[in-house]
């Protein structure tokens, strides 16, 4: 059974950072990619970055170029993302999925977690 299991949100103030992390387990190979969505609410689920099964190619959505950094273990089984100088905008709940490809759409993903919550407020 594979599963995907987020952590690393919370509460944090405009300008601060989070990590985020998220293990996968149960999948029977390790190569594919590993990407990060959001949804705030009310709005759609959109992308966020992804990263592929060797950790060397990267791909960002704009509005977190060179504010967020995805990475994956060695072991290609947690991916992370790293976000600095977070936004009120930045609020929602993220969530990891995997890809045998390489996209930014939703029905590129096949396998979800259930999400962490990432509140950007003073």
């Known amino acids: 059974q594979v599963q995907l299991v987020e952590s690393g949100g919370g509460l944090v103030q405009p300008g601060g950072s989070l990590r985020l992390s998220c293990a996968a387990s149960g999948l029977t190979t390790r190569a594919y990619a590993m990407g990060w969505f959001r949804q705030a609410p009310g709005k759609e689920r959109e992308f966020v970055a992804v990263?592929?099964?060797?950790?060397?190619?990267?791909r960002y959505a704009e509005f977190v170029k060179g504010r967020f950094t995805i990475s994956r273990t060695d072991a290609r089984n947690t991916v992370y993302l790293q976000m600095n100088s977070l936004k009120p905008e930045d609020t929602a709940v993220y969530y990891c999925a995997t890809t045998w490809g390489f996209g930014t759409a939703r029905n590129d993903y096949n396998y979800w977690g259930h999400g962490t919550q990432v509140t950007v407020s003073s």
């Open positions: 990263i592929n099964w060797s950790g060397g190619i990267r």
